[in-house]
Every structure is written in structure tokens, then in C-alpha cells.
């Protein structure tokens, strides 16, 4: 079965720095999902990884995945106080016919002026 | 273009009752997930339908059980509700079922069990 960790859980920052967020998995897959969750609201597709090797960025955010490794990251460059949310990453379980995706506990962030 | 839509948004009910959410995809999107999010935790995928028929199932109790009509909408059914039932259930939608393409979300229901 498929198990995906998250670290850290919790991550508190301050504006200007740089961090990244790892993601572990434990089975083959190559397709994996990042998302951004506020408090009290839905989840926020941020990246869609579907390859070894891929690397996508959107603004102060860099996702890659290195599937044999079975390693995602999700880098902030210069954190600023509206990048604090939740983050979590996914991936797809896609063994048979039963297909899953199998979710992080998800990084709270919290990023300080 | 609306985006994913689910009602009803908050929804109480009692120990042993039943509940129907209903979730409609983006226009043109021919599956959805759906998943439990219980409060501080990480969603838990439930099931997965495309074309109406069920492709994916998680690791949740027969009371669970979804449909999908023709319309590509679909209803979570939940039979003999446990306070452990009550969290945030989310409803995804995709063009197709193979985990390729981005799932976009709905706002939630959220269930609360008393």
C-alpha cells in the first residue's frame, strides 16, 4: 500500500527566506499532485508533476519530482506573509484496476514579517 | 465557466441517519473523486468515477458508497452515520480518470454527526 510523508508538518518562516517542503513516497509512481489548502477552504491545484525529472514553478514556488528517489519537493524562494497556508502533496496509486491518490499529512506554513 | 459545485454546504445530522451529498463537475469533465477531509488532517480518497462506472475505491466501509448519472454529476451516499463521519467531504473533478490532469475542487460539504 502506498504511503506518502510530508516533512516538516509544521514549518514557521520568515518573509525573505527560502525553504523547501519534501515529499517521500513508497511505492513506484509517477504522477503527483501538489496543492495549496487555506483554513476553511477548499484545496488550490498548485502543480501536476507527471514525470521523473520534472520541474515546474509558478511565481515564488518550484515543484520537482524525482521518481526514482521517490522524492517531490516543493521549494519557496523569498517567502512572503501570503504564501502561509497549507500544503500538501498527493500521488496517484495506479496498481489494477483500483486507482487511488494517496495524500500527505500536509505542511502548515507560517510565514512571519 | 462555474467551476465544481457541491451541496449542501453544511449539513447536521444525527448518530445512525443517512446523508446524500451531491457534487457537479466542470462542464466537460467526465470524472469524479471524492475524498474525506477530517479537521487538521490530509483528505482520504473515497472514490474515484469515470463514465459512471466506479475506478478507484479507498479503504472506507461499505456504508460508503457513490453513483455517477449521466450528466457526469454525482452523489456520496453515507448509510448508519458515525461521529467519526463527521468532517469536510470534498468532490474533485477531472477531464479523465488517470491521474493526469489537474483535479479542480469543489467547496466541500461539511458533515457534522452529533
Known amino acids: 500500500e502506498l504511503k506518502v510523508e510530508q516533512n516538516p508538518l509544521f514549518l514557521s518562516m520568515q518573509e525573505g527566506k527560502n525553504y523547501t517542503i519534501y515529499c517521500n513516497y513508497s511505492?513506484?509512481?509517477?504522477?503527483l499532485y501538489w496543492y495549496r489548502q487555506d483554513p476553511g477552504k477548499s484545496l488550490e491545484s498548485l502543480f501536476v508533476?507527471?514525470?521523473n525529472g520534472a520541474v515546474k514553478q509558478e511565481g515564488r514556488l518550484m515543484a520537482s519530482l524525482d521518481t526514482k528517489a521517490r522524492l517531490s519537493t516543493l521549494h519557496i524562494t523569498a517567502a512572503v506573509h501570503d504564501l502561509s497556508a497549507t500544503y500538501f502533496c498527493?500521488?496517484?496509486?495506479?496498481?489494477?484496476?483500483?486507482?487511488?491518490?494517496?495524500w500527505g499529512l500536509g505542511t502548515s506554513l507560517a510565514v512571519n514579517p | 465557466d462555474a467551476g465544481v459545485t457541491q451541496s449542501p454546504t453544511h449539513l447536521i445530522k444525527t448518530r445512525g441517519q443517512h446523508v446524500t451529498l451531491r457534487c457537479s463537475p466542470i462542464?466537460?469533465?467526465?470524472?469524479v473523486s471524492w475524498y474525506q477531509q477530517v479537521l487538521g488532517q490530509g483528505p482520504q480518497f473515497i472514490f474515484q468515477?469515470?463514465?459512471?462506472?466506479?475506478?478507484g475505491r479507498g479503504n472506507f466501509p461499505d456504508r460508503f458508497s457513490a453513483r455517477q448519472f449521466p450528466n457526469y454529476s454525482s452523489e456520496l451516499n453515507v448509510n448508519a452515520l458515525l461521529l467519526g463521519d463527521s468532517a469536510l467531504y470534498l468532490c474533485?473533478?477531472?477531464?479523465?480518470?488517470?491521474?493526469?490532469?489537474?483535479?479542480?475542487f469543489g467547496p466541500g460539504t461539511r458533515l457534522t454527526v452529533t
Open positions: 498527493a500521488v496517484a496509486q495506479l496498481a489494477g484496476n483500483n486507482r487511488k491518490l494517496i
Open positions: 511505492t513506484t509512481s509517477d504522477r
Open positions: 508533476l507527471l514525470s
Open positions: 462542464s466537460g469533465h467526465k470524472s
Open positions: 468515477y469515470y463514465e459512471k462506472e466506479e475506478r
Open positions: 474533485a473533478s477531472s477531464p479523465r480518470a488517470e491521474f493526469n490532469y489537474e483535479q479542480y
